[in-house]
């Protein structure tokens, strides 16, 4: 088992009662958990996410804490968080990263690979 680790799990979803596709606004929620999978409790301190919609264009986005928390994980526990954004296209993309505090003081980064948001019902990113 590594020292420092954390693992992240994501389900994205459209939310169609939330969009406006005649005005270009899609919404998307998105479900996290986050599990401490290391050896040593650890919080997490920030985040940063790269939201990129079919055209191409990005947006970061960057701070404190997720959903106005900055959990502390002992090994084995997990956080789970719902959050959402809005795009100008029918489907883009998320990737990111959080930065965390083990209780040791080691500092360490997690990937969150990039996941697809995309309405289901228009097409899809290739």
Not at 73 to 80: R, T
Not at 86 to 100: D, E, I, N, P
């Amino acid at each position: 088992m590594p020292k420092y680790a954390f693992r992240v799990e994501v389900q994205p979803q459209f939310l169609p009662d939330q969009s406006a596709p005649a005005q270009n606004l899609y919404s998307f929620a998105y479900t996290i958990t986050i599990s401490n999978a290391g050896e040593l409790p650890a919080q997490l301190i920030s985040r940063h996410w790269i939201i990129t919609n079919e055209l191409g264009e990005t947006e970061e986005v960057k701070g404190l804490g997720v959903v106005g928390q900055q959990p502390l994980l002992k090994p084995g526990e997990s956080f789970e968080y719902t959050s959402g954004c809005r795009l100008r296209t029918a489907s883009g993309t998320m990737q990111g990263s959080y930065f965390c505090v083990a209780e040791d003081g080691e500092r360490f980064e997690v990937e969150v690979p990039v996941f697809v948001l995309a309405d289901a019902t228009r097409r899809v990113l290739h």
